[in-house]
């Protein structure tokens, strides 16, 4: 099974200030990640696709590059509605695995 | 507008069964993957299962066994029968559809129901 390590689990930023998260896998799942949005007591939302492509209807502020083992979600100018947990998702091997969660709060 | 509902979750005592359901519209149902992701209370989001268009299924290893994935593509509606409960199976079960209509390329989950929670408890 690959894991999937995000950091930091926490991040306290301000609005305006621009995010970096960070997704680690524990072996190559090429570009082959996911990156979803979810607010307390809301469905998980798909940000990005194959590492990079930003899923319809979803601000250009949020960014996400990487290959291989290593990954970033950047979100640029921090909105009050971006303060959210952030998680990344592979889709490399079976199991499909989710990391733990990056929480962005303000 | 593309939509998912879920319904059939509820309180079950360990060792019991379940069966859920998730209706689909506004797309075209059989021509998309469809999984179940689950959370359970307070924590982060656990992949349960998928089956593809023409019914191909995949299990995480915590359910496989135990549960089961269909479809039935006449109804729109995902079921997954859950037997075989456990306390650690508690948690919001959400349906969703798979962003690309490509055979076997399941590049992310675009589309979520609001979830049904399952509590296993006696």
């Known amino acids: 099974e690959i894991v999937l390590t995000q950091a930091p689990a926490t991040l306290s930023l301000s609005p305006g200030e621009s995010a970096t998260l960070s997704c680690r896998a524990s072996?190559?799942?090429?570009?082959?990640l996911a990156w979803y949005q979810q607010k307390p007591g809301q469905a998980p939302r798909l940000l990005i696709y194959?590492?990079?492509n930003r899923a319809t209807g979803i601000p250009a502020r949020f960014s996400g590059s990487g290959s291989g083992t290593d990954f970033t979600l950047t979100i640029s100018s921090l909105e009050p509605e971006d303060f959210a947990v952030y998680y990344c998702?592979?889709?490399?091997?079976?199991?499909?695995?989710f990391g733990q969660g990056t929480r962005l709060e303000i | 507008e593309v939509q998912l509902l879920e319904s059939g979750g509820g309180l079950v005592q360990p060792g019991g069964s379940l069966r859920l359901s998730c209706a689909a519209s506004?797309?075209?149902?059989?021509?998309?993957?469809l999984t179940w992701v689950r959370q359970a209370p307070g924590k982060g989001l656990e992949w349960v299962s998928l089956?593809?268009?023409?019914?191909?299924?995949y299990y995480a290893d915590s359910v496989e066994g135990r549960f089961t994935i269909s479809r039935d593509n006449s109804k729109n509606t995902l079921h997954l029968q859950m037997n075989s409960l456990r306390a650690e199976d508690t948690a919001i079960y959400y349906c969703?559809?798979?962003?690309?209509?490509?055979?076997?390329?399941?590049?992310?989950?675009?589309?979520w129901g609001q979830g049904t929670m399952v509590t296993v408890s006696s």
């Open positions: 072996q190559s799942v090429d570009r082959y």
């Open positions: 969703a559809k798979v962003r690309s209509a490509a055979a076997g390329n399941y590049d992310g989950f675009d589309v």
């Open positions: 506004g797309f075209t149902f059989s021509n998309y993957a």
């Open positions: 998702q592979q889709r490399k091997n079976w199991p499909i695995t």
């Open positions: 194959d590492a990079s």
């Open positions: 089956i593809s268009g023409s019914g191909n299924t």
